[in-house]
């Protein structure tokens, strides 16, 4: 399994960026994914979820109205656009998927997101 994030960078307040995650290793399409976030100092925080076909996504209440999680199954890719981003959003951006229940989750490298004028 494999994952590969990109998309991070410096934004400043109310600005927007969009997180791609690629994966491989493993049928994309029969997995839920999912992307998580860790800010300096806190513990990793569960950010966004989506379903196999995209049909269901659930939200943290930080981001829900600002956040949007996708993913496209032709590409193997999942997606967090970020809208209205906020300083308190700064972290590194990880994503997760996890094969089996129970059974490990795997991570990608995560990629930095910094919120500042």
């Known amino acids: 399994v494999q994952l590969v994030e990109s998309g991070g960078g410096l934004v400043q307040p109310g600005g927007s960026l969009r997180l791609s995650c690629a994966a491989s290793?493993?049928?994309?399409?029969?997995?839920?994914m999912s992307w998580y976030r860790q800010a300096p100092g806190k513990g990793r925080e569960l950010v966004a979820t989506?379903?196999?076909?995209?049909?269901?996504?659930n939200y943290a209440d930080s981001v829900k109205g600002r956040f949007t999680i996708s993913r496209d199954n032709a590409k193997n890719t999942v997606y967090l656009q970020m809208n209205s981003l906020k300083p308190e959003d700064t972290a590194v951006y990880y994503c997760n998927t996890r094969l089996n229940v129970p059974g490990p989750d795997y991570w990608g490298q995560g990629t930095q997101v910094t919120v500042s004028s």
């Open positions: 290793g493993f049928t994309f399409s029969r997995y839920r």
């Open positions: 989506i379903s196999t076909a995209g049909g269901s996504t």
